[in-house]
């Protein structure tokens, strides 16, 4: 196995991955009004100083994604604009020798379940064979940014098989979302674990049913009508006391356990950390990411 972490898509964050001890990042490219507040063309004009730095420090790029895509339209047909995102994003990560595509599929309101599903099928298989013919995986994140909805193994079963080549990239900490608060992350790796392609580490604590469906929703309606942001977007994944996502290993998963199921299934990929919270920042954030790559490195065998 090898441990990375997400970062900014930037030269710096391979040096900052070599000081941490880290083989890789991995670079998150959503829509403009995500995290990094840029377009793929924007990073991707940076492609000479990141493979500088990739060169430099031996810190590979193991995966590319776009978990927020809107790819489908009010119609449930591909969006013409996302799917040149997409692409463009897909040639960004094949040029750093990117390994993984991590992608999602949103969920259409206007159309049926079934139509929806058909929808997912066919996307996906533009998708997997893209970047198939550029040496890249697709893995589905299990992530509801986006209104990805192909997360649970209600989808999976529906769509894993008709999608060859499809893997599942798996976040336990996201099974607390559909799980309760105990997660669903024990019985989905048993029974879905031969199909996880990549791993997300993240931490997770929580009681009661998940309320990040309905923040995910106020985001999506704020990034609709951003004059209404500065007054309503305040502390919509902060300030509640029910949910956060500390480190790994000072919250609520057996990391133990899943790591028994990952060997179970021979998995020998991905394990990109993701630090994810917003109490957990600044020289606070930092020790909390020293202490996940220390507790993780003691489960790799």
């Known amino acids: 196995m090898k441990l990375g972490i997400i970062a900014a898509p930037e030269a710096k964050s391979f040096h900052y991955a070599k000081k941490l001890g880290l083989e890789f990042v991995e670079f998150d490219v959503n829509p403009k009004n995500g995290p990094y507040g840029k377009t793929v063309d924007e990073i991707a004009a940076g492609l000479p100083e990141l493979k500088a730095a990739m060169e430099e420090t031996g810190v590979e790029v193991g995966a590319v994604g776009r978990w927020a895509s809107h790819i489908l339209d009010a119609e449930g047909k591909v969006d013409p604009a996302e799917w040149s995102e997409v692409k463009k994003l897909i040639d960004f990560g094949a040029a750093l020798g990117a390994k993984h595509y991590l992608c999602s599929v949103n969920y259409v309101s206007g159309i049926t379940y079934y139509q929806n599903i058909t929808a997912a099928i066919g996307v ?93 929703a106020k985001l999506d309606f704020l990034k609709a009508h951003p004059q209404l942001f500065e007054e309503l977007g305040k502390n919509i994944f902060g300030g509640h006391k029910r949910y956060d996502n500390p480190p790994a290993g000072i919250d609520s998963i057996n990391w133990r356990a899943f790591f028994a199921i990952l060997y179970k299934y021979g998995y020998d990929g991905y394990l990109s950390i993701e630090p994810h919270s917003p109490t957990w920042q600044g020289e606070k954030g930092e020790k909390g990411v020293k202490y996940t790559i220390k507790y993780i490195r003691d489960l790799m065998i």
């Not at 893209?130 to 997360?151: F, S």
């Open 124 to 216: 996906l298989r533009d998708i997997v064979a893209y970047a198939k013919e550029r040496g890249m995986v697709t893995a589905i994140v299990n992530c509801m940014m986006g209104d990805n909805y192909i997360r649970t193994p209600e989808q999976w079963k529906l769509v894993l098989d008709e999608v060859p080549g499809l893997t599942i990239k798996y976040d336990p900490s996201h099974s607390f979302v559909h799980g309760g608060d105990h997660g669903a992350y024990i019985q989905e790796g048993l029974d879905w674990g031969d199909r996880f392609g990549y791993c997300h580490i993240k931490g997770v604590i929580q009681y009661g049913e998940s309320d990040e469906p309905q923040m995910w």
